[in-house]
Structure formats: C-alpha cells, structure tokens
Nanobody
Framework: QVQLVESGGGLVQAGGSLRLSCAVSGRTFSSYVMAWFRQAPRKEREFVAGVKWSGGSIYYADSVKGRFTISRDNGKKTVYRQMNSPRPEGTAVYYC????????????????WGQGTQVTVSS
C-alpha cells in the first residue's frame, strides 16, 4: 500500500504565499507521477501540478503557471507545492495523488490519494 500525508494548508491572503507538502510512504514503484489536485465546493476535482519522480518532468495547469511551483525531495520522498499570489478562487481542498502509469491530468488515472488539506484564500 501507499500512504500520502499532506500538510501545510490553512488560511492565506490573496497575493501572499503558502507551501503544501506531501510525504509518501509504503510501497515504492520504479516510475510514478505525483500530482496535486484541488476541489472546490460543487466543482469537479481539477489538476494543479504534477512531477514525474524519475526524470523530474514537471507539468502545470494553465491557471497556475507562473504562480505555483512543484518540487520534490527524493531523500524525504516528499513533494512540495509553493503557492505564490493565490487568488480567492483557489479556495479548495488540495489533494496529493500518485499514479503508477504515465503522466495524466485526469484524476481518474491516479490510484492513491491523500486525505486532503483545506486552503482558504481571503480577498
């Protein structure tokens, strides 16, 4: 099994910054993708950013390019998501997820999920 534990959520002012962390433990894979998704009330879960653990290719949703940064620490098996200049519409539960196949922005292809962490952006 794979366990994902997110941390770092909370209240942030629009224009501020916030960093989320996701630590992965348990079964390991030779190649996998770790990604962040978010889900606002009454909305679909949407892709935010992802990174291939092997090779380090990085992907961003157009809505966050230039403002959010995803990075990883191989030794700690942790992925980070730095939010700069968040916007009120970014208020959502943010989830960390792992896919053992190829990269995809479709949440249905991700097999393992964290419990989610609430991020509220005040205006």
């Amino acid at each position: 099994q794979v366990q994902l534990v997110e941390s770092g959520g909370g209240l942030v002012q629009a224009g501020g910054s916030l960093r989320l962390s996701c630590a992965v433990s348990g079964r390991t894979f030779s190649s996998y993708v770790m990604a962040w998704f978010r889900q606002a009330p009454r909305k679909e879960r949407e892709f935010v950013a992802g990174v291939k653990w092997s090779g380090g290719s990085i992907y961003y949703a157009d809505s966050v390019k230039g403002r959010f940064t995803i990075s990883r620490d191989n030794g700690k098996k942790t992925v980070y998501r730095q939010m700069n200049s968040p916007r009120p519409e970014g208020t959502a539960v943010y989830y960390c997820a792992v896919a053992t196949g190829a990269y995809s922005s479709d949440h249905r292809t991700y097999e393992y999920w964290g419990q989610g962490t609430q991020v509220t952006v005040s205006s």
